[in-house]
């Protein structure tokens, strides 16, 4: 090889080297500018924590927008680049979580992948309707209206939990329940189900020697007793009263029943109101509605089972919500002039 062309190879080594060089610095200024990056909020000492929902079916993308418009990270990219060379993009779970402000990358990553989030408490009133329940669900969870009622009212849901009616009313147990974050419909849903069937078993326990009314009528029952009475004391004194009715053939005139059937709350029903064409009516019809109007408590559900002995009729609520109660309708009325009289005496 003659000199040219030594100092030709000699100077392409040199590039080489040089470009080698030149590409290992670089690679360490990357790394560790990552590294800083990774670590960022590490040396910030903020102890400030806040709820951070990342909804389901959320995408890598979606996920570190979500973080750093919170502030949780400094920076999406790499938060995206640290989760993939950790193998977690595809890992990160929706949920509710519980972060601090500027956590380092590695912790955020993590805490996401494990699924470590906050459980949903939810307190379902005793006495409240499919359509009262539906706003929590949907606040807590998203859930839309359209597959709230379609799965309230699916067939095979009723068939298998053995439900005597259109829908699941009266079958949500009303409690309180923590869930976890990406709980679907269709899991809280059975959580609700399956609470009224142990409660239901430990009443039917309770009262075996006495029992002779079949489940559905039972909790038609209950659902009336819940939405009439305001004190526990009370709910075995009206079931007596209902079921006295039933027996002599009376229909129930239970006020509960046509405001169901008005589909709207009304403090005072009108005469109008009380001749509306709806078979939950049980002013105009009688017997027990089709179904229940409510999601009765424990409380409602052991009334029904096991209601007081009396002989009594008919009650009045007074303005505290204690009902006033009577075997015959000339004492009834009585009652109801007291519950007048009381009334007017406040307003002067």
Request: glycine residues 4%.
């Given at each position: 090889?003659?000199?040219?062309g030594k100092?030709?190879?000699t100077?392409?080594?040199?590039k080489?080297?040089?470009?080698?060089?030149?590409?290992?610095?670089?690679?360490?200024?990357?790394l560790?500018?990552?590294?800083?990056?990774?670590?960022?909020g590490?040396?910030?000492?903020?102890?400030?924590?806040i709820?951070?929902?990342?909804?389901r079916?959320?995408?890598?993308?979606?996920?570190?927008?979500?973080?750093?418009?919170n502030?949780?990270?400094t920076?999406?990219?790499?938060?995206?680049?640290?989760?993939?060379?950790?193998?977690?993009?595809?890992?990160?779970?929706?949920?509710i979580?519980?972060?601090?402000?500027?956590?380092s990358?590695?912790?955020?990553?993590?805490?996401?992948?494990?699924?470590?989030?906050?459980n949903?408490?939810?307190?379902?009133?005793?006495?409240?309707?499919?359509?009262q329940?539906?706003?929590?669900?949907?606040?807590?969870?998203g859930i839309?209206?359209t597959?709230?009622?379609?799965?309230?009212?699916?067939?095979?849901?009723?068939?298998?939990y053995r439900?005597?009616?259109?829908?699941?009313?009266g079958y949500?147990?009303?409690?309180?329940?923590?869930?976890?974050?990406?709980?679907?419909?269709d899991?809280?849903?059975k959580?609700?189900?399956?609470?009224?069937?142990?409660?239901?078993?430990?009443?039917?326990?309770?009262?075996?020697?006495?029992l002779?009314?079949p489940?559905y009528?039972?909790?038609i029952?209950?659902?009336?007793?819940?939405?009439?009475?305001?004190?526990?004391?009370?709910?075995?004194?009206?079931?007596?009263?209902?079921?006295n009715?039933?027996?002599?053939?009376?229909?129930l005139?239970?006020?509960?029943t046509?405001?169901?059937?008005?589909?709207?709350?009304?403090n005072?029903?009108?005469?109008?109101d009380l001749?509306?064409?709806?078979?939950?009516?049980?002013?105009?019809?009688?017997?027990?509605?089709?179904g229940?109007?409510?999601?009765?408590?424990?409380?409602a559900?052991?009334?029904?089972?096991?209601?007081?002995?009396?002989k009594?009729?008919?009650?009045v609520?007074?303005?505290?919500?204690?009902?006033?109660f009577?075997?015959?309708?000339?004492?009834?009325?009585?009652?109801?002039?007291?519950?007048?009289?009381?009334?007017?005496?406040l307003?002067?």
């Open positions: 090889m003659n000199i040219r100092e030709y190879m100077s392409m080594l040199l080489r080297l040089l470009f080698l060089k030149g590409f290992l610095i670089m690679r360490k200024l990357i560790f500018s990552i590294f800083m990056i990774f670590l960022a590490c040396g910030k000492k903020n102890t400030t924590y709820y951070v929902t990342i909804p079916g959320a995408n890598l993308d979606k996920i570190a927008a979500i973080l750093k418009k502030r949780i990270i920076n999406e990219t790499t938060f995206k680049i640290m989760a993939k060379l950790q193998h977690k993009d595809k890992k990160l779970k929706s949920g979580y519980k972060l601090k402000k500027f956590s990358t590695k912790d955020v990553i993590n805490i996401l992948s494990e699924g470590k989030s906050e949903i408490k939810i307190t379902i009133p005793e006495g409240f309707t499919l359509e329940i539906y706003p929590i669900l949907k606040s807590k969870f839309s209206k597959d709230y009622t379609n799965y309230t009212h699916d067939r095979t849901i009723l068939k298998h439900i005597h009616g259109s829908s699941l009313e949500m147990f009303p409690d309180t329940y923590l869930f976890n974050a990406s709980a679907t419909l899991e809280i849903v959580i609700f189900l399956n609470r009224f069937n142990d409660v239901f078993a430990e009443e039917s326990i309770k009262h075996w020697h006495i002779r009314r489940r009528k039972i909790i029952m209950a659902s009336l007793i819940q939405a009439e009475a305001r004190y526990k004391s009370e709910m075995p004194l009206i079931a007596s009263v209902y079921y009715r039933l027996r002599k053939g009376y229909r005139e239970c006020d509960p046509v405001i169901y059937a008005l589909g709207k709350h009304k005072r029903l009108t005469y109008k001749k509306i064409d709806s078979p939950y009516n049980t002013y105009k019809y009688y017997g027990l509605p089709p229940p109007i409510c999601n009765p408590g424990r409380d559900i052991d009334a029904a089972m096991s209601p007081a002995r009396t009594y009729l008919y009650f609520a007074d303005i505290n919500g204690h009902h006033l009577a075997k015959s309708l000339k004492e009834h009325n009585k009652n109801i002039r007291i519950v007048k009289r009381h009334k007017k005496s307003r002067k």
